[in-house]
T-cell receptor, first 114, second 112 residues
Framework: EPEVTQTPSHQVTQMGQEVILRCVPISNHLYFYWYRQILGQKVEFLVSFYNNEISEKSEIFDDQFSVERPDGSNFTLKIRSTKLEDSAMYFC????????????FGDGTRLSIL | GDSVTQMEGPVTLSEEAFLTINCTYTATGYPSLFWYVQYPGEGLQLLLKATKADDKGSNKGFEATYRKETTSFHLEKGSVQVSDSAVYFCALSDGATNKLIFGTGTLLAVQP
């Protein structure tokens, strides 16, 4: 069964540095998402992306964050000038369409900011 | 705004016991409802879904019925196994944006 893959599985970065989290969505999916889960808290929506544009973003997704689909397969989340509170598990997801279709998630990247 | 309230865990059961994990939601429109499961060290996997009132989602012995009158989507299984030990997340998405809104997750531990 096709799956969403995320790399790296664990990223350790010094505060203030930039990180790029990578995702390869399922190949025939058109909608892409990032979520994060701070340890012990809810899974929170960050951003959705379709047709090379952001469809929706949450309040969390401020100017520190950006997303990109640099080629036909990858979908990246960039976090500039990382802060301690950015430490979390980041999940990528994709879906075929946006109309109440289930999203398929990757295994996540654990981001640790030191 | 839309929200999901989920039964707090952890829930500890013996093998073959009956499972219920409660989930209620608040939404302005007509959301779709989902249960996702997260096994240790893994990502979120879709367990089941229901897209309209009175729909019943089912998978791997788990069931949940979309109850509009009580705004609920409780997860049930008649006989749990040790391999069902995981964190279970209830979630909704509205038709407009498809972003998922999650509950807090319920840790289920099944003992042999």
């Amino acid at each position: 069964e096709p799956e969403v893959t995320q790399t790296p599985s664990h990223q350790v970065t010094q505060m203030g540095q930039e990180v790029i989290l990578r995702c390869v969505p399922i190949s025939n999916h058109l909608y892409f998402y990032w979520y994060r889960q701070i340890l012990g808290q809810k899974v929170e929506f960050l951003v959705s992306f379709y047709n090379n544009e952001i469809s929706e973003k949450s309040e969390i997704f401020d100017d520190q964050f950006s997303v990109e689909r640099p080629d036909g397969s990858n979908f990246t989340l960039k976090i500039r000038s990382t802060k301690l509170e950015d430490s979390a598990m980041y999940f990528c997801a994709s879906s075929v369409t946006a109309s109440n279709q289930p999203q398929h998630f990757g295994d996540g990247t654990r981001l640790s900011i030191l | 705004g839309d929200s999901v309230t989920q039964m707090e865990g952890p829930v500890t059961l013996s093998e073959e016991a009956f499972l219920t994990i409660n989930c209620t939601y608040t939404a302005t429109g007509y959301p779709s409802l989902f249960w996702y499961v997260q096994y240790p060290g893994e990502g979120l996997q879709l367990l089941l879904k229901a897209t309209k009132a009175d729909d019943k989602g089912s998978n791997k012995g788990f069931e949940a019925t979309y109850r509009k009158e009580t705004t609920s989507f409780h997860l049930e299984k008649g006989s749990v196994q040790v391999s069902d030990s995981a964190v279970y997340f209830c979630a909704l998405s509205d038709g407009a944006t498809n972003k998922l809104i999650f509950g807090t997750g319920t840790l289920l531990a099944v003992q042999p």
